[in-house]
């Protein structure tokens, strides 16, 4: 069976650590917030401005003028700071951000990430995700393995116009984890109920698979 959004971002929040500067895209990264592992001390930081988000705002804490770069509203920790865009840009640039969780339309074997527009569509900008992948080192890509169309999204070459260029090494779908290393996508991790054969029809790109592939455990 098929992770939901949910169970993807609990995945996610296993590779943080504690005292880690983490930057949530739009999307399923944004539901990381809610699973981070209870005493461990995590800083989230948003592009337009905000270090120190907490989880989504119960109807009691909803503060309409606090809210993430997806124009969600979020709640803050303590310790948390505000402060302008052009500053938040500063710390992504320069290396601040131990952790990047992004979505995405496609990715390939290079490590190329497609994110940001579908030619033909109304879109609303790159927002930060170019400077996100330029700056960060560790970047995990959260995205469906195919198109409701059944069509794989992990390909031998993006088709969409990238927004980085050789910058992704981990991968988690609905249906698995994956990282990619010389021209491969490797397979790490399975879906709980997917077999191994799903995963290899839904995957355009040269995927290598072990012998043994454990099922992502919750």
Known sequence: MALT??????????ELQDGYYVNLGIGIPTLVAN????????????????????????EAQ??????????????????????????????IRGGH??????????VDVQGNIASWM???KLIKGMGGAMDLVAGAENIICT??????????KLLKQCTLPLTGAGCIKKVLTDL?????????????????????????????GEIVIPEVVPEIEF
């Not at 951000?97 to 496609?106: P, Q, R, W």
């Open 62 to 91: 909803l503060d309409p003028d606090m809210i993430n770069a997806g124009k969600q509203t979020v709640t803050a920790i303590p310790g948390a700071s505000i402060f302008s865009s052009a500053e938040s840009f500063a710390m």
């Open 97 to 106: 951000v131990d952790l990047t969780v992004l979505g995405a339309f496609e």
């Open 118 to 120: 579908i030619p033909g």
């Open 5 to 14: 959004r949910e169970q993807m971002a609990q995945r996610v929040a296993r």
């Open 35 to 58: 699973y981070i592992p209870e005493g461990m001390e995590v800083m989230l930081q948003s592009e337009n401005g905000l270090l120190g988000m907490g989880p989504f705002p119960t």
């Open 143 to 152: 995205m469906t393995h195919a198109s409701k169309h059944g069509e794989s």
């Open 176 to 204: 698995a984890y994956v990282e990619i290393a010389d021209g491969k996508f490797w397979l790490k991790e399975r879906a709980p109920g997917v077999t191994v054969d799903e995963i290899v029809a839904k995957t355009e």
